[in-house]
């Protein structure tokens, strides 16, 4: 099984800071690769996704995660946060398993934006 | 509006008394997922559907049922809730089995349910 590894539990900043989320995940076959946002109180939303092509994808809202197979790592980063980044984000791994496509979570890490 | 609803979206509720989540999408989607989110564990997957009548188990199934007799509906059921199924539950839909890395999957609002 596949598993997602999300380095910081809890990340702290302030307003206009640039910040990264760390993602690493474990692999033996290939995966397509997912960050997902929670606002308080709402659903999950898919952030951006890498599924092939370009090692470095990119978000409507000024975020960016590259794709580094070496590192078997997914980084999430935004070079100037706001205040209503304040979020969770958590990553995702994708994968085929038995014929079936399996969507494997991380734990999350809880982006706080500090005026 | 395309969209996932899930009812109630609060449920306190005591053990052992059955209860049912419904799920419902107008988007015609296949795939259809249902998740528990705790804390400090983040998504863990309960059961998904790949079409109607067509079921199968995620990675914590235990103490949960669904079905599919719909194509827009995916209930999800806890015949003898414990207070170990207190939760945050998220039901999803995707268009199509199989291509859920291709396709964005749309997460519910959420139930949050409480067994005392």
């Given at each position: 099984?596949?598993?997602v ?36 109180n ?6 951006l996704?890498?599924?092939s ?17 070496s ?45 | ?10 449920l ?13 999408q107008n ?38 049922k ?24 998220f ?26």
């Amino acid at each position: 099984a596949q598993s997602v590894t999300q380095l910081d539990s809890q990340v702290p900043v302030f307003e206009e800071a640039p910040v990264e989320l760390r993602c690493n995940y474990s692999s033996s076959v290939s995966v397509y690769l997912f960050w997902y946002v929670q606002y308080p109180n709402q659903g999950l939303q898919l952030l951006l996704k890498y599924l092939s092509g370009s090692t470095l994808v990119e978000s409507i809202n000024g975020f960016e995660a590259e794709f580094n197979k070496s590192q078997t790592s997914f980084h999430l980063r935004k070079p100037s946060v706001h205040i209503s980044d304040t979020a969770e984000y958590f990553c995702a791994v994708s994968y085929l398993q038995g014929g079936s496509e399996k969507l494997v979570f991380g734990k999350g890490t809880k982006l706080t934006v500090n005026p | 509006e395309a969209q996932v609803t899930q009812n109630p979206r609060y449920l306190i509720t005591v053990t052992g008394k059955k209860l049912t989540v419904t799920c419902s999408q107008n988007m015609n989607h296949e795939y259809m997922s249902w998740y528990r989110q705790d804390p400090g564990l983040g998504l863990r997957q309960i059961y998904y559907s790949m079409n109607v009548e067509v079921t199968d188990k995620g990675d914590v199934p235990e103490g949960y049922k669904v079905s599919r007799k719909e194509k827009r509906n995916f209930p999800l059921i806890l015949e003898s809730p414990s207070p170990n199924q207190t939760s945050l539950y998220f039901c999803a839909s995707s268009p199509r089995p199989g291509l859920v890395a291709a396709d964005t999957q749309y997460f519910g609002p959420g139930t949050r349910l409480t067994v005392l």
